[in-house]
T-cell receptor, first 111, second 113 residues
Framework: DAKTTQPPSMDCAEGRAANLPCNHS???????VYWYRQIHSQGPQYIIH???NNETNEMASLIITEDRKSSTLILPHATLRDTAVYYC????????????FGTGTSLTVIP | ETGVTQTPRHLVMGMTNKKSLKCEQH?????MYWYKQSAKKPLELMFV???????ENNSVPSRFSPECPNSSHLFLHLHTLQPEDSALYLC????????????FGPGTRLTVT
């Protein structure tokens, strides 16, 4: 029941910023945007989440457009270890509604 | 190392076998989850437990039977599986259900022959 659209794959040069887009044009006012990633042969890993303000943590930055219909996850200096599938998910915060992962974007960081 | 462990990491079983997958979390969380990840498909949520009570069951066939004896342990009992059940089975936990951050284990790669 994914409500998001992401490109299936992207490449990024090592050391450059990786900008991963996500469209969520039907997002509701009380739904947050979450990002997870899954490195090959591992379980998914939480990255960041936000409602309408831009957010930054030690892993990434999340930029949400003013109309909230799209967002971009930014990895400021991509490394080879950032090669993974990145999932953008929208969900009402902390209500017990669960995460429904889509097909994500497969990011390959190139040396 | 996420604090969530799963055993076994790999399992091959026949369609008439009975086996169990085990998940243990060392994070003091109250919610635990089972997910299924098939090749070329999105991650599918199977079961949700909160304080050992099942709170969600997403139309999973009865050949998959979860058990949560305490808030640190979660099992998935398997019997008379089909080849299409071959997948990566992932366990996750969070402080409460609905928390933004779920911690995932490494998964059990299951092959049904």
């Amino acid at each position: 029941d994914a409500k998001t659209t992401q490109p299936p794959s992207m490449d990024c040069a090592e050391g450059r910023a990786a900008n991963l887009p996500c469209n969520h044009s039907t997002i509701s006012g009380n739904e947050y945007v979450y990002w997870y990633r899954q490195i090959h042969s591992q379980g998914p890993q939480y990255i960041i989440h936000g409602l309408k303000n831009n957010e930054t943590n030690e892993m990434a930055s999340l930029i949400i457009t003013e109309d909230r219909k799209s967002s971009t996850l930014i990895l400021p200096h991509a490394t080879l270890r950032d090669t993974a599938v990145y999932y953008c998910i929208v969900r009402v915060f902390n209500t017990g509604n669960q995460f429904y992962f889509g097909t994500g974007t497969s990011l390959t960081v190139i040396p | 190392e996420t604090g969530v462990t799963q055993t076994p990491r790999h399992l091959v079983m026949g369609m008439t076998n009975k086996k169990s997958l085990k998940c243990e979390q060392h994070l003091g969380h109250n919610a635990m989850y089972w997910y299924k990840q098939s090749a070329k498909k999105p991650l599918e949520l199977m079961f949700v437990y909160s304080l050992e009570e099942r709170v969600e069951n997403n139309s999973v066939p009865s050949r998959f039977s979860p058990e949560c004896p305490n808030s640190s342990h979660l099992f998935l009992h398997l019997h008379t599986l089909q080849p299409e059940d071959s997948a990566l089975y992932l366990c996750a936990s969070s402080q409460q259900t609905g928390e933004p951050e779920q911690y995932f284990g490494p998964g059990t790669r299951l092959t049904v022959t």
